[in-house]
């Protein structure tokens, strides 16, 4: 949350509908900038993009994906060769330990094969809610919510939550629109990416000024 926002003004229910209306109107087909072509490269690159950038794992995925092209060749991999192939990305040594042990996890308990169930999911390592729903979200289209620092920087600014932690601002944003949960959690990761961003945030003429409850504290 911003320093100078520490008591923002909820936003009203009505206010919540149209903001979720200017949401689903600015980005109606929304998805991820993740590139894959089937559910494990997806899952993986959910996993690397924590608090690294889609931008980044994009340029990490190809090579990797050659090297080991599905669950049992990850499974089966050197943890440093596995290193090797993500050391531009953050945390990647621990990332690259929960890969193989994702792996062989999916190998021995789903015969190979990626689950498509959020509670299956989060039973991986190093897949925890955020990335499950992501998953789910992305592949299925499941009505779920997941909150990443773009969504919870543009819920505060909104007034559409005052949760400290990401897990209770899911729980608010999900009670507080409902549905379409999955393509209102992209547009807030697109909107808060490219135009609400932490620094800077680029206020003039954006479709959401009238639910801001911030822009006083970006005024020079």
Request: with cysteine; charged share 30%; aromatic share 8%.
């Amino acid at each position: 949350m911003d320093k100078k926002d520490k008591k923002i003004k909820k936003a009203t229910k009505k206010e919540i509908e149209e903001i979720k209306a200017l949401f689903l109107e600015h980005y109606p087909d929304s998805v991820t900038e993740l590139e894959y072509r089937n559910l494990y490269e997806l899952l993986i690159s959910v996993m690397l993009s924590a608090q690294c950038t889609d931008k980044r794992v994009n340029l990490i995925t190809p090579a990797l994906f050659k090297a080991y092209p599905d669950p049992v060749s990850l499974a089966n991999a050197d943890l440093d060769e596995v290193k090797s192939y993500i050391n531009t990305c953050s945390f990647f040594n621990n990332k690259a330990k929960n890969l193989i042990k994702m792996a062989q996890s999916v190998v021995e308990n789903y015969e190979a094969k990626i689950p498509l169930e959020r509670d299956e999911l989060v039973k991986l390592a190093g897949v925890g809610q955020k990335t499950a729903n992501v998953v789910m979200i992305e592949y299925t289209g499941a009505n779920l919510m997941a909150v990443d620092t773009h969504v919870f920087r543009v819920a505060h600014r909104l007034g559409l939550s005052d949760a400290k932690t990401a897990t209770k601002c899911e729980e608010e944003l999900s009670k507080k629109f409902k549905t379409d949960l999955h393509l209102l959690h992209q547009a807030m990761v697109l909107f808060g990416r490219y135009r609400c961003k932490a620094l800077k945030p680029e206020c003039g003429g954006c479709f959401m000024e009238a639910h801001c409850k911030s822009k006083e504290s970006f005024k020079v």
